[in-house]
């Protein structure tokens, strides 16, 4: 027997590697089952190259065994393997000057909370965050060689000797110690299976000894009670791998089917909605990267949307939504991405520094962008058929970068108050002999009825925005489009609605602007008299365009404007029959409550056409109408 030290040079790396990566102790099944696959990937290699002799019905696998009577948890490969040299090389040397060292070269990736063990060839020794003691047994593909077999306690003290394994590969047990109890549940062993090794190219096989215990015994019980009654025993099923060897990603997008992307899509996110569409990435040079992003429907509002991007690195799960390497407004999708060129384990800051990092993913925004353009030009009724549904999302994509905006800009539609779907460029075509480069937007249709009716009149129209953020979106595409500007259907009467200012009106204005004032208590209110072409149109409420951005923005971040003045217009049409009749009556003082009813009237019509009235106000308004009904019977 050989006994050693590991080569460290310090006798506490295990708690610090056990420390460091406490919160992700799962990673321990990630890297020993990663590892046997890699064992069997070089052998496989080997093979082909003439360097290795294998039966040619050999059956390649890891399988991961629990035993939880005895605390046990193995991880079996039948690969390469190793001699006891080998692992002399590769699992007892560890090369570094010492833990102040190890932590002060590293110290940036550990405050990422990023996961670096296997990238300095630890991965093996993640084993030690859940178990006591670690034991391998391997024995080498080589003519000749002996079986090793390895012993280490957590410490810097080894054991190397002749192990009593007769089959190639290699099997690692540990023997799980406190930090992994948890780990001694086959649902927890699934699971953690089910989320790292579930595309790995290697079938994996689980099998939990309980449960194994519990089969044989009931399979013997049968067998007697069979061969009593002279009953057929049935062959035991054959166990199937816990993943999928080769995920759809891998095939050309030409030799894909919708179906088979479905398929996929249903399986991977158990999301039970079809998607949109979606992008099948294939890259080899300057860099590899393989995927699919889907579009799945999207709901109304941004902050409801869950996406979920996974990243493979050769088929090994690293993390969820990494966006140093996806933009960030793609993680509203759902998808795989398989970069083998990343390393396996990394941290936030390598990835931002890293020139590769940038250009996948730009490559990925522009085939985004790509996609979205051929569906437009290529299949218009079918884009604007789920236009609703996708978007939130490309309009985020906008806000959080220029360059997605640039490249999509001509592909952005906007629904109409006419129920269809126009770019920028059409709305502004099509309406610029009424109003040139402005684009009037509802953002409740029903509640700002009034106005669309006025615009629908005159064959005018508006187009519809209605989440929250259009708001800032609009003052994007103000910003990238000199000239263009965005006004609620409400806070602007177009040229085209109104006929020309008479001195008349100028003179009713003066006078009603004092009337309502006194009446409403309204000191700030901007009073203005116009002959609009809508008769059946008493008056309307103007909310300076600005003054109304301003508000919904403080609300969408919590900021309080409260005293910030409101720059509110109450336009009255003279062409309106009652604005005529307040006109006759406003001098007259035996019905001055007539006048002071009449006009609380017309100001809260206006005021609903332009949002809904608080609870006490509309109380009163009710009140008000029955009284004026009332007074029509008289």
Sequence with gaps: MEKGNLSINSENIMPIIKKWLYSESDIFLRELVSNGCDAITKLQKLIGMGEANVPEDTEYKVSVILDKENGVIKVIDNGIGMTADEIKEYITQIAFSGASDFINKYKDQIDDGGDIIGHFGLGFYSAFMVADKVQIDSLSYRDGAKAARWICDG??????????????GTVITLYIGDDGKDFLNPYKIKEVLAKYCYFMPIEIYFEDMEEIKKESEKKAE???DGEENGDVIEEPKKPEPINRTNPLWLKQPKDCTDEEYKEF????????????????????????????LYFPKLKHELDSIEGQVKLYNNQVFIADNIKEVIPEFLLLLKGTIDCPDLPLNVSRSFLQNDGYVTKMSSYITKKVADKLNSLFKKERDEYEKFWDDISQFIKYGCLREKEFYDKVKDSLLFKTTKDDYVTLSEYLDRNKEKHEN????????????????????IGMEAVILDTRLDNPFMSSVEMYNSGVSFSRIDSDIADALKNEESDDDKKLTEKFEGVFKEILK??????KVESLKAYDVSGVVQLSEQSRRMREMSSMYGMNFGAMPVDETLVLNSNNNVVKLLSEISDDESRKDDVELICRQIYDLAVMSHKPLEMEKMAEFISRSNKILEMTMK
Excluded: C
């Design 265 to 292: 899509y249903h399986q991977v996110f158990t999301d039970f909605n079809d998607p949109l569409f979606w992008i099948h990435l294939n890259m080899d040079y300057p860099f590899r990267l393989k995927g699919i």
């Design 155 to 168: 410490g810097v003290e080894f054991e190397l000797d002749e192990s009593d394994k007769t089959d190639r």
């Design 222 to 224: 049968a067998k007697t």
């Design 522 to 527: 309204k000191d700030d209110l901007k009073v």
């Design 438 to 457: 402005k684009v009037f937007y509802v953002t409740d249709k029903n509640q700002q009825a009034q106005y669309v009716k006025m615009f629908e009149d």
